[in-house]
């Protein structure tokens, strides 16, 4: 059974930087795609990030410039530096991996940015 554990989370000043890690669990194949999802309080979650496994990635546009995603396929992990955090960045944190008709997600971790 696959699991993703998502660490990292915490409460931030703007302008910190935070470094958000997912390692998935019981997973013996490596992922197509990996990425990063939050959901502010009363907002729907949208896609922070995302990277495919030969590395090509995405970004939404409200953190590009700021965040980096990363990944490692032999430890099946997906990592989300995040820079010059700002109070909007405020949500909880999905990781999510994907193969064909296949479709994961972690339980979350709070990030908090405060002004």
């Known amino acids: 059974q696959v699991q993703l554990v998502e660490s990292g989370g915490g409460v931030v000043q703007a302008g910190g930087s935070l470094r958000l890690s997912c390692a998935a669990s019981?997973?013996?194949?490596?992922?197509?795609?990996m990425g990063w999802y939050r959901q502010a309080p009363g907002k729907q979650r949208e896609l922070v990030a995302g990277?495919?496994?030969?590395?090509?990635?995405n970004y939404a546009d409200s953190v590009k410039g700021r965040f980096t995603i990363s990944r490692d396929n032999a430890k099946n992990t997906v990592y989300l530096q995040m820079n010059s955090l700002k109070p909007e960045d405020t949500a909880v944190y999905y990781c999510?991996?994907?193969?064909?008709?296949?479709?994961?997600w972690g339980r979350g971790t709070v990030v908090t940015v405060s002004s």
């Open positions: 990277a495919t496994s030969d590395g090509v990635t």
């Open positions: 019981g997973a013996i194949l490596t992922f197509n795609d």
């Open positions: 999510n991996a994907r193969r064909p008709a296949l479709n994961y």
